[in-house]
T-cell receptor, first 112, second 113 residues
Framework: DQQVKQNSPSLSVQEGRISILNCDYT??????FLWYKKYPAEGPTFLIS?????DKNEDGRFTVFLNKSAKHLSLHIVPSQPGDSAVYFC???????????FGKGTSLLVTP | DTAVSQTPKYLVTQMGNDKSIKCEQN?????MYWYKQDSKKFLKIMFS???????INETVPNRFSPKSPDKAHLNLHINSLELGDSAVYFC????????????FGSGTQLSVL
């Protein structure tokens, strides 16, 4: 039973535009959410995170929004760059005593 | 210097064989993990070790046995390989147990023929 869902397997965006990647979760006990980025033949790397006490966290071109009532989070990349082309995984954790639950990932392609 | 390194990168083997995947981290982290990414692309936790002690053991066949000789190493031994074991296996580490911020190795693509 997947508790973290990324329903869009892929997304294509033009360079300079905004990329919006979405993630839904089912477990209301999740209190920490993360995005990981993965290039081919590499392991995932941590990108940005948000605690459930916040609704927004920003780091440069990357912003994560959390809507707890909808059990939904999104990652915004503005402006998108070709180097952002990668698979993005959403992950969630109920508390520090449990392992991360990952989604299936969304493959982002940023075209010049 | 690679922070989390795992070997081999590719592993092709026959059903029934026994194989090992090695993992080492030079980050000084206390906790190490094995994750499996199956054909459906989900990343699932298999095992977690903190200071050489097993703290998470998800529902994984007992053909899979992790071994942690020290806190910088976590190896994965698989007995009697089956076709369904074909997947990408990722090693990861974190500073504290069950930290959300994981550092992953580049993965081992296991193909069982």
């Amino acid at each position: 039973d997947q508790q973290v869902k990324q329903n869009s397997p892929s997304l294509s965006v033009q360079e300079g535009r905004i990329s919006i990647l979405n993630c839904d979760y089912t477990n209301s006990m999740f209190d920490y959410f993360l995005w990981y980025k993965k290039y081919p033949a590499e392991g995932p790397t941590f990108l940005i995170s948000i605690s459930s006490i916040k609704d927004k966290n920003e780091d440069g071109r990357f912003t994560v929004f959390l809507n707890k009532s909808a059990k939904h989070l999104s990652l915004h990349i503005v402006p998108s760059q070709p180097g952002d082309s990668a698979v993005y995984f959403c992950a969630a954790n109920p508390n520090s005593g449990y392992a991360l639950n990952f989604g299936k990932g969304t493959s982002l392609l940023v075209t010049p | 210097d690679t922070a989390v390194s795992q070997t081999p990168k590719y592993l092709v083997t026959q059903m029934g064989n026994d194989k090992s995947i090695k993992c080492e981290q030079n980050l000084g982290h206390d906790t190490m993990y094995w994750y499996k990414q199956d054909s459906k692309k989900f990343l699932k936790i298999m095992f977690s070790y903190n200071n050489k002690e097993l703290i998470i053991n998800e529902t994984v066949p007992n053909r899979f046995s992790p071994k942690s000789p020290d806190k910088a190493h976590l190896n994965l031994h698989i007995n009697s390989l089956e076709l369904g074991d074909s997947a990408v296996y990722f090693c990861a580490s974190s500073q504290v147990a069950q930290s959300e911020k994981l550092f992953f190795g580049s993965g081992t693509q296991l193909s069982v023929l």
